[in-house]
């Protein structure tokens, strides 16, 4: 991935969405903001951390990539999608996805260990964001992703670009009662007597939904191993990090 400081922050970009015009987007990491430890610093969620600092990081994060607007929604692990609109800034509601075509909007998924996994379309100047633990993975949160960005914005998947953020690695996606939470067919990704590699099972899901593997990049860092990140499976109490995207508004 690509490392940059943008006003006081330190972020991420996919190398390969980097030169997709139209598509502005960035990872951050915990450090640039106000939040007291554990939530060190730049938290972007809520749990029991100062809620003022939280707004405040938010704004900063907002104000330092120069985004007009900046949404997020109330994450609960399922696999509702909601269209944002150019009118829309702030949080819009419960949902595990955003979508939008609106210029200047920036589409937040805030993260601490799942993944977050961008969607764009280059002809058509359509995004969608969605926040994918392995209970979204479970209701195939990256193919419905797919397949409503398709519908709504009349574009084929062949066309979209994907990338999935840090996240829990195959190194660390320890389930030890997996037989009792995950599906039979999760045996696929097993990679130890209670491991599995969740990035592959959505790399999976999103070829399987019809985008090209060529057009899919994984960031290849683990949350939990990585401490610029926040993890929840490391620290228990924590913050959030957050992946952002827009549609180039100059």
């Not at 060190?40 to 607007?69: C, H």
């Not at 969740?198 to 949350?223: F, H, K, M």
């Amino acid at each position: 991935m690509i490392e940059q400081t943008k006003a006081g922050l330190s972020l991420m970009r996919f190398e390969s969405l980097a030169g997709l015009p139209g598509l502005a987007h960035w990872v951050s990491t915990r450090q640039g903001g106000v939040s007291a430890a554990p939530f060190d610093s730049l938290n972007l969620g809520g749990g029991q951390d100062d809620p003022l600092k939280v707004t405040q990081n938010r704004q900063l994060l907002r104000l330092g990539l120069e985004l007009p607007a900046m949404t997020w929604a109330r994450q609960v692990h399922g696999v509702e999608i909601i269209e944002v609109g150019p009118d829309d800034n702030g949080s819009v509601g419960q949902a595990d996805g955003l979508m939008t075509d609106a210029p200047g909007v920036g589409l937040l998924i805030k993260q601490a260990d799942c993944q977050a996994v961008l969607l764009y379309a280059p002809r058509r100047r359509a995004l969608a964001n969605l926040h994918v633990g392995w209970r979204g993975n479970v209701q195939n949160m990256p193919g419905r992703g797919v397949e409503r960005l398709c519908r709504r914005y009349d574009v084929a998947p062949a066309e979209l670009h994907a990338a999935i953020s840090p996240s829990l690695g195959p190194c660390c996606g320890q389930f030890v009662n997996w037989r009792d939470e995950l599906p039979a067919w999760f045996t696929s990704f097993r990679v130890h007597e209670d491991r599995f590699d969740l990035v592959a099972v959505t790399a999976s899901q999103l070829r399987q939904a019809g985008v090209p593997a060529e057009n899919i990049q994984a960031s290849g860092l683990c949350t939990r191993c990585d401490r610029r990140f926040f993890s929840y499976r490391r620290d228990g109490r924590t913050g959030r990090f957050g992946t952002v995207a827009a549609i180039s508004w100059e």
